[in-house]
């Protein structure tokens, strides 16, 4: 028992020595905290009056929808009748072979001559296909119109969206070999 009462003595001492340095400057700290508190005013800007809520009435309910399909219908109808252009391709004729592909998978890989007409060598997969000016070529009823060492012109016959036929022009140019 004597031993464990020397031993409390030498427990506290340790104890107290650490709540004697316990400050490490936090009351420094508190009272500069304080200090600037008191010297800082909180600005806190006025916030403006909402403005007025005015209700206005819809009038526009009476009129037509402008969206109505009846009346897109209608309006499509009379651009058709008053733009009757009479182009349209020609649904009779026979179809030629270059009919049957896309223009963007064919390529034109060159030109030959013979009995002085101008033909393009066309290449669509690993087939090539000789065309000359006249003759009709991809999906969008296209025509062939000029022939030259670099590129085939087309003249192709397309709807819009309003469903009228339209000329649009296309070329195919003459792709480099990769050697």
Known sequence: MISTLRKIPALLLPALLLTACGD??????????AAVKKETHAVTPKIAEPK???????????????????????????????????????M???????????LDSMKMV?????????QALLQ??????????????GQNFGMI??????????????????GEWTERKSKLELQESKK
Request: proline content about 5%; aromatic content about 6%.
């Open 145 to 162: 119109t000029k022939i030259s060492d670099n590129e085939v012109e087309i003249k192709e016959i397309v709807q819009d969206a309003a």
């Open 24 to 33: 490490n400057g936090v009351s420094e700290i508190q009272e500069w905290m």
């Open 52 to 90: 007025l809520y005015v209700p206005v009435a819809y009038t526009g309910k009476s009129e037509l929808d402008p969206f109505n399909p009846v009346k897109l219908l209608a309006v499509l109808a009379r651009m058709k009748a008053e733009s009757n252009n009479g182009l349209r391709p020609d």
């Open 92 to 102: 009779d004729r026979r179809r030629e072979a270059l009919e049957a592909f896309p």
């Open 124 to 137: 669509i997969d690993k087939t090539v296909y000789q065309a000359k000016l006249g003759n009709y070529i």
């Open 110 to 118: 060159g030109t030959i001559e013979k009995n002085n007409i101008r």
